[in-house]
């Protein structure tokens, strides 16, 4: 049920004495806001879109409620002045395709079926303008309308690269890779992320990006490091000797500050690491040597709770327990076969998006998780290798404009 609905039932309650009502039923436009923003992602060439509403009753009827809409143009101005938006020109004809502007709320229901719009020929827009398209409802049978649900404004934009992110605060996301050879025994690779902390305080001074525990890590603040002072933390186990080598890459060029966007990039070459704060080299290390030995890292480890001890497995936002959870936004994860150079790194928008129809910006992408679904709690893959994350619980979805201007 939408929020739109889930008011106007709370607002029938409180109306409501003994089932009798002293209000008029009205209908409305089921939608959290009412200006719906359809971006346009110029840079990957698309030309139609498609997008709707469903209306909505405070109470069932006993007769089905037909409802109309109209196009209306005549109400610019009242968008003009709502969105305080004064440049805001109509939408040309013919870029909207609505074949049918009317629907059935059926008796006994309150909710209406899905009604539709097309946005075609997008490609022939001037992006330098913001484009809306009013739709109003113009009749129903015989109920009224709620005046101030009652006007869809589509705004018609070219989309940022970036547009909605998740936020990881209390939640993790996991791959199920445990065949996944790709990712096993990796001798060169990189890993990357975009990132917003939002808060260092919690009960743990760490608060992980991504990796695996005691094995390779990309983290946030340590024991012995500040809290807000990035880190790659790697673990040698010596069970015949019970013992543990630890070494890391951190300093205090790699301090991160609150509500601020990062692009993080860790490369890995046969134990030479280095690590990049938007696109900067920040922090080299060597694990190939000493009591570490590592020239690998594997991350085909299959995925469990982690209890009884069962083998540390690879996470995003999740390390050792709930926490060093991320307390943060995050979008664009990416796991790379080879070790990126600085410039692939620093190459236009590859913070921000990677091209998957283009083999050069893929080559050697082994897992993308763009964390841009706005919805669900399932974060596709778009490597093409098809190994969508889950998440510990509901996701909650943040809207953005990156990079910012």
Known sequence: MTAGVMACLSFTACQTNDDSHDFDNKVFITADQFNEQVLVQTDEGVTVLTTG???????????????????????????????????AELLPEGHCNAPQLNTVIAAGNMVSDYLQFEFTGLDQLDYSRNYVYPVTIESTSGIGV?????????????????????DLKDNCAWPDWENFTEVKDMETFTMEALVKPTAFNNSSSVHTIMGIEDHFLIRVGDVTIPKNQLQVATCRIDTENNTSYRESVSNSTMALNLDRWYHIAV??????????????????????????????????????????????????????????SWDGSISEVRVWNRALTEEEINAPNHFYKIKTDDPQQTDGLVAYWKFNEGSGNVIKDYSGYGNDLSTASSVVWKNVSLPEK
Request: net charge negative; glycine share 8%; charged share 25%.
């Open 53 to 87: 509403f469903q209306v909505g009753l405070a109470e069932p009827e006993s007769q089905d409620v037909e409802v109309s809409f109209r196009s209306a143009p005549d109400l610019l101005d009242k968008y003009r002045l709502a969105y305080y938006d004064e440049a």
């Open 146 to 166: 709620l005046e101030s649900a009652g006007t869809m404004y589509f705004v018609i934009r070219e989309a940022s690269l970036i547009n909605v992110v998740a």
């Open 267 to 324: 490369t890995f070459d046969h134990g030479v690491t280095n690590v990049y704060i938007d696109g900067k080299l920040k922090g080299t290390g060597d694990f190939s040597g000493g009591n570490i030995q590592m020239t690998s890292a594997n991350f085909m480890v299959k995925h469990s709770d982690e209890s009884d001890n069962q083998p540390r497995c690879f996470w995003i936002g999740y390390s050792y327990d709930n926490d060093r």
